[in-house]
């Protein structure tokens, strides 16, 4: 998923790295100092455990078929 897609998909189904299906909870922007790079974190919402979230990149993160 590219950053200027987060705001099209949020609360929607998405695909993580391992090919489980989350929910697109929110989306992070941070910035390497030593670099001077930003980068984009994915929050995900488990569907079945609606208490639990994970973190991890936004470009791995695919968005599901309709």
């Known amino acids: 998923m590219e950053p200027h897609e987060i705001k099209r998909h949020l609360n929607k189904t998405v695909t993580a790295p391992d090919g489980v299906s989350y929910k ?3 989306a992070t922007i941070r910035l390497d100092e030593s670099t001077g790079e930003y980068w984009y974190q994915a929050e995900l919402q488990d569907l079945t455990a609606l208490r639990s979230v994970r973190i991890c ?4 993160v695919e ?3 309709p």
């Open 63 to 65: 968005v599901a078929a």
């Open 57 to 60: 990149k936004l470009s791995d």
């Open 24 to 26: 697109l909870t929110g």
